[in-house]
């Protein structure tokens, strides 16, 4: 057996830094992608910031043009799961988290105003949609726990499960402001479900669990536009 004289093998590390070489690279890689998604997902916000100054018979317009922006956000999150499948997953996630969150963000809102048709009956507005169905929509799987790849968490469906809410607060107050009185309605009936569904919840992270105690704010706040429409006699009646 050759000796190095107590020296250490340079191979060593050479083999080393090529490792670190390819991490970089792909690492690079991933940089450039998300700076994509990160445009896309501002491009597609701005679309649907549209919808708060957009009568409902309008809407149709606005939900295709964000649609197609849409589209190309699920072209990038292919590319960004293609590229990060080559490194561990849970190491590197940090990286990508939040521009999978509003990527998720715009897609819950985007079904919400009826974006999302899924049989025959037509788009419906005040739909939530499941993890399943974003993932579905974006093409990866979601919550996984049995292997080390590229998906939507839990949580990142639920930080944007409560931007959500923010942006329909937002919404009941504007819809107001168009002559729109039953979409507050809507939103209230809503928006209190998803509280009701979060005080379910235990949850164990903190900025999440900060965040979740938000909703309670907002649930106010529509209640309060709800209250104002009905003093003024504008809740239209059902039937």
């Known amino acids: 057996m050759a000796s190095h004289n107590g020296m250490v093998n340079p191979a060593i590390f050479e083999d080393l830094q090529t490792r670190v070489d390819e ?26 910031a549209r919808a708060h100054s957009t009568p409902v018979s309008d809407l149709p317009n606005v939900l295709k043009s964000a649609e197609e922006s849409i589209q190309k956000e699920v072209e990038t999150i292919g590319k960004l799961s293609e590229a990060a499948s080559k490194l561990p997953y849970y190491k590197f996630n940090n990286m990508w988290s939040r521009q999978i969150q ?14 999302y048709q899924q049989d025959a009956s037509g788009p419906k507005a005040g739909r939530l949609l499941t993890i ?7 093409k990866i799987p979601v919550n996984l726990k049995d292997r080390d790849d590229f998906h939507l968490t839990l949580e990142e469906y639920l930080q944007a499960l409560i931007s959500l809410v923010e942006e329909l607060a937002r919404l009941a107050r504007n819809a107001v402001t168009l002559g729109d009185y039953e979409r507050p309605v809507l939103i209230n009936q809503f ?37 104002d429409l009905s003093l003024r006699n504008l809740i239209p009646k059902k039937g």
């Open 102 to 115: 509003d990527a998720a963000v715009a897609i819950l809102f985007w079904a919400w105003l009826g974006g």
């Open 23 to 48: 991490d970089t690279a792909v690492r690079d890689q991933l940089r450039d992608i998300i700076q994509n998604l990160e445009k896309q997902n501002r491009n597609v916000m701005f679309v649907l």
């Open 132 to 138: 399943e169905e974003v993932g579905a929509i974006m």
């Open 191 to 227: 928006i209190k479900d998803l509280h009701a569904g979060f005080q379910i919840l235990n949850l164990k992270n903190d900025s999440l669990r900060r965040r979740s105690d938000g909703i309670k704010y907002r649930v106010k706040d529509v209640e309060d536009v709800v209250y």
